[in-house]
């Protein structure tokens, strides 16, 4: 990951701004557990159409039409949107949706969740594993650990960010620029 950011700040900031619009009465833990099960179903779609998003291209449209909101949202639209990086960054902001919701610490992933059991367990699973395995090791992580919310969220999440790590996705972009994608739609 190339920018450390603090997750448990960003999880409160995402449920206060409400990111992807989703509804935290209405959002119950089975409707979290859809959403979640639904982007990463989406990442593996999107990596097996090889849908990936062009951050280069996306960065250039930007600088040719001078930034503004319009134009941001249309390079958005054309070279990120429904991308596997997109899908897996819609997983971690409902996650991070989720720790906020409930008001969990996530302070204890930080730059060194590489050194995690979790992540160790991860990477030595993904040696041998295909993009689309290891989200679905993530998502077996969440649905099958017997372990808190907390610890499930988290847990996921460092898997999630090895995951990124492992298939050089800069995820910590990714969450930032759909994050300011749905602020200004």
Same mark, same amino acid.
């Given at each position: 990951?190339?920018?450390?950011?603090?997750?448990?700040?960003?999880?409160?900031?995402?449920?206060?701004?409400?990111?992807?619009?989703?509804?935290?009465?209405?959002?119950?833990?089975?409707?979290?557990?859809?959403?979640?099960?639904?982007?990463?179903?989406?990442?593996?779609?999107?990596?097996?159409?090889?849908?990936?998003?062009?951050?280069?291209?996306?960065? &250039?449209?930007?600088? &040719?039409?001078?930034?503004?909101?319009?134009?941001?949202?249309?390079?958005?639209?054309?070279?990120?949107?429904?991308?596997?990086?997109?899908?897996?960054?819609?997983?971690?902001?409902?996650?991070?949706?989720?720790?906020?919701?409930?008001?969990?610490?996530?302070?204890?992933?930080?730059?060194?969740?590489?050194?995690?059991?979790?992540?160790?367990?991860?990477?030595?699973?993904?040696?041998?594993?295909?993009?689309?395995? &290891?989200?679905?090791?993530?998502?077996?992580?969440?649905?099958?650990?017997? &372990?808190?919310?907390?610890?499930?969220?988290?847990?996921?999440?460092?898997?999630?960010?090895?995951?990124?790590?492992?298939?050089?996705?800069?995820?910590?972009?990714?969450?930032?620029?759909?994050?300011?994608?749905?602020?200004?739609?």
């Amino acid at each position: 990951m190339n920018n450390v950011v603090d997750l448990h700040t960003l999880s409160h900031q995402i449920h206060r701004e409400n990111i992807l619009n989703l509804k935290s009465h209405f959002f119950v833990q089975f409707r979290y557990k859809m959403f979640l099960i639904n982007s990463i179903h989406k990442a593996i779609k999107a990596n097996k159409k090889q849908k990936f998003s062009s951050k280069s291209n996306f960065k &250039e449209f930007e600088n &040719e039409h001078h930034f503004n909101k319009k134009s941001f949202i249309l390079s958005f639209d054309l070279f990120i949107k429904n991308s596997m990086e997109d899908h897996l960054a819609c997983a971690i902001i409902c996650l991070l949706h989720w720790a906020g919701n409930k008001h969990l610490n996530l302070i204890n992933i930080n730059p060194l969740f590489l050194n995690s059991s979790i992540a160790l367990e991860t990477q030595s699973y993904m040696q041998k594993s295909s993009f689309s395995q &290891e989200l679905d090791y993530a998502l077996n992580i969440f649905l099958c650990k017997s &372990e808190s919310l907390q610890e499930k969220i988290r847990n996921t999440i460092i898997c999630l960010l090895v995951i990124s790590y492992k298939n050089n996705i800069d995820i910590s972009w990714h969450i930032r620029t759909r994050i300011k994608y749905e602020q200004l739609t």
